[in-house]
């Protein structure tokens, strides 16, 4: 089973700030089949990005990911307020797992 | 617009079952899979399985094989998560989502591109 593991655990910023969340691998991920979600309180999870860098319709462009591998990249060029959440990310090469999660709160 | 509409809150004691729906619209039911999400409270998530819309084939997370099934009523266009022998760790929210395959949709490589609002069932005596 891959194991993905996300850091920082907790990013704190204002808004219109970068925040940029990483994801790493326990092996290569096939295809770059990695996803990334958002999930606020109460709230079922959002689909940003599949493989590795596509948006999914509705986006913002402020959202990208980048990466291959075994290492991969969530930035947010600009914080908005609607913004503050989890952001967790899963791969889909191997099985599918998700990572723990990287809460983006207020500084 | 694609919805996913879920039934609502269960509360059961260890050892019973319980069953969980899941309302597709907005889209062409048969032409995707459904895959069922949990989540623990202030935990992550986790994949638990996936159903195909077209023919009822499943495939369940290895953990909960022989506790899990997962069914559809295509005429309804609705698709349903039992869960048999319940504990108190699986108390949880459960999300039905959308499986978009990554490849061969019969091995579980699927990313989840709408979700339903999620439906919390707690495990209690």
């Known amino acids: 089973e891959i194991v993905l593991t996300q850091s920082p655990g907790t990013l704190s910023l204002s808004p219109g700030e970068r925040a940029t969340l990483s994801c790493r691998a326990s092996?290569?991920?096939?295809?770059?089949?990695l996803a990334w979600y958002q999930q606020k309180p109460g709230q079922a999870p959002r689909l940003l990005i599949s493989?590795?860098?596509s948006r999914a319709t509705g986006i913002p462009d402020r959202f990208s990911g980048s990466g291959s591998g075994t290492d991969f990249t969530l930035t947010i060029s600009r914080l908005e307020p609607e913004d503050f959440a989890v952001y967790y990310c899963?791969?889909?090469?191997?099985?599918?797992?998700f990572g723990g999660g990287t809460n983006v709160e207020i500084k | 617009q694609v919805q996913l509409v879920q039934s609502g809150p269960e509360v059961k004691k260890p050892g019973a079952s319980v069953k969980v729906s899941c309302k597709a619209s907005?889209?062409?039911?048969?032409?995707?899979?459904l895959s069922w999400v949990r989540q623990a409270p202030g935990q992550g998530l986790e994949w638990m399985g996936w159903?195909?819309?077209?023919?009822?084939?499943?495939i369940y997370a290895q953990n909960l094989q022989g506790r899990v099934a997962m069914t559809t009523d295509t005429s309804s266009r609705t698709a349903y998560m039992e869960l048999r022998s319940l504990r108190s760790d699986d108390t949880a929210v459960y999300y039905c989502?959308?499986?978009?395959?990554?490849?061969?949709?019969?091995?579980?490589?699927?990313?989840?591109?709408?979700w339903g609002q999620g439906a919390l069932v707690t495990v209690s005596s």
């Open positions: 989502a959308r499986a978009r395959c990554g490849g061969d949709c019969y091995v579980p490589t699927y990313y989840f591109d709408y």
């Open positions: 907005g889209y062409t039911f048969i032409s995707y899979g």
């Open positions: 159903i195909s819309g077209y023919n009822g084939h499943t």
């Open positions: 092996q290569s991920v096939s295809s770059n089949y």
């Open positions: 493989g590795a860098s």
């Open positions: 899963q791969q889909y090469g191997s099985s599918l797992t």
